[in-house]
């Protein structure tokens, strides 16, 4: 028995507009085939691009890119760096709190 897959049951909500599709599990979010992007003959020689060509990409230029401004957002992504690693002590010095009441409650008592 052959079954064809022509589109994702319930992509669409009879609802909706037809031009938005509906998000959620098993639906794809991502555009499977990207418009290309034109050849840029600056960033040929750069090497993001020279590392895809040695790979054998079809295309010697990978989207995405560098950050343009690094420095300011390193800058601005440091507190949440600090939150994290505050965070990460804080569940890891409460376990070891709870440890010690849940110690300290079941123990014989003599």
Same mark, same amino acid.
């Given at each position: 028995?052959?079954?064809?897959?022509?589109?994702?049951?319930?992509?669409? $909500?009879?609802?909706?507009? /037809? +031009? #938005?599709?509906? *998000?959620?599990?098993h639906?794809?979010?991502?555009?499977?085939? !990207?418009?290309?992007?034109?050849?840029?003959p600056?960033?040929?020689?750069? $090497?993001?691009?020279?590392? /895809? +060509? #040695?790979?054998? *990409?079809?295309?010697?230029?990978?989207?995405?890119?560098?950050? !343009?401004?690094?420095?300011?957002?390193?800058?601005?992504?440091?507190?949440?760096?600090?939150?994290?690693? /505050?965070?990460?002590?804080?569940?890891?010095?409460?376990?070891?709190?709870?440890?010690?009441?849940?110690?300290?409650?079941?123990?014989?008592?003599?």
């Amino acid at each position: 028995m052959t079954v064809a897959f022509e589109c994702v049951p319930g992509l669409y $909500a009879p609802d909706r507009d /037809a +031009r #938005r599709p509906r *998000l959620g599990h098993h639906v794809p979010v991502t555009d499977t085939n !990207p418009a290309p992007l034109p050849p840029d003959p600056e960033k040929y020689d750069e $090497a993001r691009n020279v590392a /895809a +060509r #040695r790979r054998g *990409l079809e295309q010697p230029y990978i989207a995405g890119g560098d950050d !343009p401004e690094l420095e300011e957002t390193l800058r601005r992504e440091r507190p949440y760096v600090q939150i994290l690693i /505050a965070m990460v002590v804080i569940i890891v010095l409460t376990g070891f709190v709870l440890g010690f009441i849940g110690a300290i409650i079941t123990a014989p008592r003599t």
